[in-house]
Structure formats: structure tokens, C-alpha cells
């Protein structure tokens, strides 16, 4: 894919921000072995994460002792929403959180503070969304007031959404937004008919479809570059955990790389089978997406800085930031990442 044009002249002269949009590693390097490290010598780290399949490097480095190996007890809590996530993540309840970059962003703007008190330290993947509708919802069209349902009115994928129908021609009072809460809360609001539409990752997509659902319109044919979900923390207990912090990254990656190793794909079905209750063709197909090399989860976790300046200009295009925007550097800490 190519970068955004309007992708800043620092950031093309600094060395650290030159990555593509999408990365194509496939993963293959190959994983150091290490000892196992005595359970009473691992650090506990508290996750807390949206219940999606894009979770699989966190349940198969957990399963596989990716973690343990690095000397980390993983310790996994799923929110209800992203205002919950980041809360906890302020407050100190949890040293890590995966949550839309967005939802990061937002809360820097809001809360301010130099620097900021969260901060975005590694990618995920690039959105995996899709615009779904319920049955007999099947053109953006037959959205038309209707009630649409979404985490937040004023961060997250809402603004994919919301551009999808902007360029629709949409008026504001032509759909009506309602704050659901994540990605679960949302596909069960749409099968039990609550709302006409929303935004799914899988593997509540393809179950959404499985129940007589419409995939309206894929998020990568609204914003053809974006930095979806990210890992974040509070930046004052990063600064006292540097090493812990780049053991993290450095076991996620590893972690990702397996999943990503077609050795293991039996096994990250049967991880997806537990952790997300799919099994035969709508395991194969999430897994499939999750893997996608153009769409799926990034192999080394790597940070998507031209999507992340896709993050600021779309929320400033939906009037939610002044232009011009801030440089992604207000949002970002590599040295934790580059650290691992």
C-alpha cells in the first residue's frame, strides 16, 4: 500500500519512522530458545484487552511459555469498553493495554499533560474492521435512519464509520450513533436486532455473517492506511520498567512470529477454538484474516507510522482535532521497542 501524501517531511528525514504502511515480513524469522525462568522469579504484568481474535499471540505465548520464558506472568482482564481500558490504564490498574490507537490519542488531547500520561509503545494490526449490517441491512443505503452502534461517539473506529458515511452523503442527523461498548457487546446488540448496523472485527464478523448479517464495506476501502490497535501504557511506569516493558514487546513478537509460522496453524486453531468458541470454516476464515499479509495482525508488532498519521488526519477531518496535526511523535515512544 502506499504511504499517506500527506506524510511529513521530518518523518521521512528521520531514520526511525521509515516504515512502510504495511509491513510484508512474514514472520519467519526464526524464535530464540531460552530457559524457563522459576515462576517465582516472573514479574506479573496486568493486560487488558477488547475479547477479539487478534488476541492469538497473547493466548499462545501464554500457552506456548513465550512469556514465561522472558520472565513475565501475563495476567489478562477483557474490557467492556475502550473508556474503561483507559481509565484503568491512568489509574494504575494495569501496566499494559491493546486498544485502537485512537482511543490513545484521544485521551492525550483531552487530558494534555507534558508529556502525556499514556503513550502508544507497539502495533497491532491495521483495523481488521468491517462495517456490518443486520439481516436485511445490506447497502449503506438501507442505513439510513437507523441506529448504528459504536464503543465511543468520539474516539476509536467511530470515525471510519463515520467517513464511510460522509462519503455516502450522509448528514449527521441521518444516522444515530449509539455507545454500545466493544466490538462483543456490539455484534450481540446486532443480532438481537437493538441496532441496524456497526463496526466488527473478527471473529464477530464472519459469525455476524454466519447469522444472516451484511459485511457492508471493509475498513481498508474507507482508509486504505491506518494504524488500528496499538500497545499502550502510562508513561510513569514505563519509565521505572524499561526492561520489563521491552521484555514484553520482545515476548509478543516472538509470540506473533509463532502464530504466524505455518507449523502452528492446527494449534492456533484450537487456541482460537477456546479462547474465541470457533471451530471448522469460521476458525479457518478468522485465522485466515488474522494472518492476512496485507490486512492481518503485523509479525513483529511493528508501529505503522504513516497509519498512525492517518489516525490524526481522519479524526481531524471529522472535526475532533485542529489542523494542523500534532506529529505522531506526541503520542509514540519507540525507545522501548527499539530496547527489545
Not at 438501507?142 to 448504528?148: Q, V
Not at 476464515?285 to 496485507?294: I, K, Q, R, V, Y
Request: aromatic residues 8%; glycine residues 10%.
Amino acid at each position: 500500500m502506499a504511504e499517506r501524501s500527506g506524510w511529513r517531511a521530518r518523518s521521512a528525514r528521520d531514520p526511525r519512522l521509515l516504515l512502510r504502511c504495511r509491513s510484508t515480513n512474514s514472520g519467519s524469522a526464526q524464535l530464540l530458545t531460552q530457559k524457563k525462568i522459576p515462576v517465582e522469579n516472573q514479574t506479573r504484568l496486568r493486560l487488558i484487552q477488547f475479547r477479539a481474535g487478534y488476541n492469538l499471540p497473547v493466548h499462545a505465548g501464554r500457552k506456548q511459555g513465550i512469556f514465561e520464558r522472558h520472565g513475565i506472568d501475563v495476567e489478562i482482564t477483557y474490557t467492556p469498553g475502550s473508556q474503561y481500558l483507559i481509565d484503568g490504564l491512568r489509574k494504575g490498574e494495569f501496566e499494559i493495554g491493546h486498544t485502537a490507537a485512537d482511543d490513545i490519542v484521544a485521551d492525550v488531547e483531552y487530558f494534555g499533560g507534558d508529556p502525556p500520561a499514556l503513550f502508544i509503545f507497539m502495533g497491532l494490526h491495521s483495523g481488521l474492521v468491517s462495517i456490518v449490517g443486520a439481516p436485511g441491512v445490506a447497502t449503506v443505503e438501507s442505513l439510513r435512519g437507523k441506529a448504528l452502534a459504536v464503543d465511543a461517539r468520539a474516539s476509536g473506529f467511530v470515525f471510519i464509520l463515520e467517513k464511510f458515511l460522509r462519503a455516502n452523503g450522509f448528514g449527521r442527523d441521518d444516522c444515530g450513533l449509539v455507545e454500545i461498548g466493544g466490538a462483543e457487546r456490539r455484534y450481540h446488540a446486532l443480532l438481537e436486532g437493538k441496532v441496524a448496523g456497526t463496526i466488527l472485527l473478527p471473529p464477530f464478523t464472519g459469525n455476524a455473517v454466519a447469522s444472516g448479517c451484511h459485511v457492508i464495506a471493509r475498513g481498508d476501502q474507507i482508509v486504505s492506511c491506518y494504524q488500528g490497535t496499538v500497545g499502550a501504557a502510562k508513561r510513569s511506569w514505563a519509565e521505572k520498567n524499561r526492561n520489563l516493558l521491552a521484555g514484553y514487546i520482545r515476548a509478543y513478537v516472538e509470540a506473533t512470529q509463532w502464530c504466524f509460522n505455518v507449523n502452528n496453524r492446527a494449534s492456533c486453531l484450537d487456541l482460537l477454538a477456546k479462547h474465541n468458541g470457533l471451530e471448522g470454516k469460521a476458525a479457518e476464515e478468522t485465522l485466515d484474516a488474522l494472518l492476512d499479509p496485507g490486512y492481518g495482525m503485523y509479525p513483529n508488532a511493528e508501529l505503522n507510522l504513516p497509519g498512525l498519521d492517518a489516525v490524526l488526519q481522519l479524526r481531524a477531518e471529522m472535526g475532533h482535532l485542529a489542523k494542523p496535526t500534532p506529529p505522531v511523535e506526541k503520542y509514540i515512544d519507540l525507545s522501548y521497542y527499539n530496547r527489545r
